[in-house]
């Protein structure tokens, strides 16, 4: 049986994420991100997609695959 929650206030909304099981609150961090994308996400996404950051990702691989780097 489903409950319903009435969520009226942002407090309320705060202690019903409280509440979620690990994956309940990995699918509501999904359906954020796909409802609500950060305007960051949206300027990578277009940078990627227009090549602009190409440059730097080779010059990462390249460092990477010489042993330039090291782990975090």
């Given at each position: 049986?489903?409950?319903?929650i009435?969520?009226?206030?942002v ?60 782990p975090?």
């Amino acid at each position: 049986m489903e409950r319903i929650i009435r969520l009226g206030t942002v407090q309320e909304i705060e202690r019903a994420i409280d509440d979620l099981a690990p994956q309940q609150l990995e699918e509501l961090f999904l359906w954020l991100d796909q409802r609500y994308p950060q305007p960051i996400d949206a300027q990578l996404e277009s940078d990627l997609a227009a090549g602009r950051i190409d440059d730097r990702i080779n010059r990462a691989m390249a460092d990477y695959e010489a042993g330039k780097t090291e782990p975090l």
